[in-house]
């Protein structure tokens, strides 16, 4: 928890600086191209979650050598892709140069960060497997802490976006510089035999890696519609006003990380998992809440101070720090939901998105206007889907009516 808070902490102290630093419209162009990276690189960490399973369960039957060579196999999975992602980067760059100077730049280096981010990802992930939490969290604080130095480096040199976008891409490579040679030490005893099995079981996790992804498109798509329909300096306001309320769902996970593992063994033992899912979805309501409520307290002093933020509007923080909430307990409904098996809620969270970006586009929002409706869906979709959870709950607990009709020799 402490290395995960360390993390974040450098990933919006990123934010807080490129607000700092850079001009007018520019903030709001780098927050959304960091989202658009988090966003294409959420199917990836799903893929993760499942991975890690795989990883583990040859650690525990083969030892780590079989998990290294697993590792270097997905590895030169992306070797060999590099290519691909280089002639995507290339294409986008010529796709999308017409919508400024620096968009060309921008959508070159976002497919290749993604790429170093994923490489880096494998070898965290690859750590977690083998049980090694300490090297799995070096790997995760180092390169937020190399993104971050690289990042504030570039844009307090030369304050545009594309050199901050460069620099969270040389954070990423260069923590895979640094963590690589572990492996390379083991390969020498590691067998290269081929994954059959840890393939078709990622093949049957779709249904995880959607409504992960889904979820992070979710938590993001204001932002995104923000970029399209806001023009440059109401975008910086939406963007400055929703940085303190991303935070806040983010801080939640850790709450969701411990429900997971706790609903799994509570229902392989054949225990009620009901108490730990409605604990763990008042406490993320209960903390979502607290937060929003030490944000309405302290902001307005701190705006007065040199952490300010700059184009901060305040309605629309608080009115985001709701959604924040909702958005919170949605994701705990997911982890629930995925410790069971089951994912008709994250896939439902396409019509959440669905419905949000066309009622945005028809209202022509503002700023405020694009705030209000992205807390009324996000709200909306929890108490149906609370509602939903709720009902099934009972209907999961009413006795069969086959059991009032049984003749007495049965």
Wanted: with cysteine; glycine share 8%.
């Amino acid at each position: 928890m402490a290395a995960f808070g360390t993390g974040h902490a450098l990933n919006y102290a990123l934010l807080w600086a490129a607000n700092h630093l850079l001009d007018s419209g520019g903030f709001g162009l780098f927050y959304t191209s960091v989202l658009i990276i988090n966003i294409l690189f959420s199917p990836i960490m799903g893929m993760m979650l499942v991975l890690v399973r795989g990883f583990a369960d040859a650690g525990a039957r083969q030892g780590r050598s079989r998990v290294i060579a697993m590792t270097w196999q997905l590895l030169s999975v992306c070797g060999r892709a590099l290519p691909i992602v280089l002639l995507i980067s290339v294409l986008l760059s010529l796709t999308v140069g017409w919508l400024g100077i620096q968009a060309w730049q921008v959508a070159f280096l976002i497919p290749l960060t993604v790429t170093a981010l994923v490489v880096t990802e494998i070898l965290r992930t690859s750590f977690q497997g083998m049980l090694l939490f300490g090297w799995q969290n070096a790997v995760w604080v180092t390169s937020n802490a190399a993104q971050f130095t690289c990042a504030f480096g570039a844009l307090w040199l030369m304050p545009r976006v594309w050199p901050g976008i460069a620099g969270i891409l040389a954070g990423a490579v260069a923590t895979f510089i640094v963590f690589v040679p572990w492996f390379l030490r083991g390969r020498q005893v590691a067998p290269a035999d081929p994954l059959p099995q840890l393939t078709f079981r990622v093949s049957q996790e779709w249904p995880v890696i959607l409504g992960y992804s889904l979820f992070i498109l979710l938590n993001n798509v204001d932002i995104l519609v923000g970029y399209w329909l806001l023009p440059r300096a109401a975008l910086d306001v939406y963007a400055a006003s929703s940085l303190l309320p991303k935070a806040i769902t983010t801080a939640t996970f850790g709450v969701a990380q411990v429900a997971l593992p706790v609903i799994v063994e509570q229902r392989a033992d054949g225990m009620s998992y009901r108490h730990a899912a409605i604990k763990a979805l008042a406490m993320v309501i209960g903390l979502g809440l607290a937060a929003a409520a030490a944000l309405w307290l302290i902001v307005p002093w701190s705006q007065t101070t040199p952490l300010a933020i700059h184009g901060l509007n305040f309605t629309i923080m608080m009115t985001l720090a709701l959604a924040s909430a909702a958005l919170g307990a949605i994701r705990v409904l997911i982890v629930v939901e995925i410790a069971l098996r089951r994912y008709a809620i994250g896939l439902a969270q396409a019509g959440a998105i669905a419905l949000f970006v066309p009622l945005c586009m028809l209202s022509g929002a503002s700023a405020m206007q694009l705030a209000q409706l992205y807390t009324v869906i996000g709200c909306g979709f929890l108490a149906l889907v609370m509602l939903a959870w709720l009902m099934s709950a009972r209907l999961s607990t009413r006795p069969q009516l086959s059991g009032h009709f049984q003749s007495p020799s049965q």
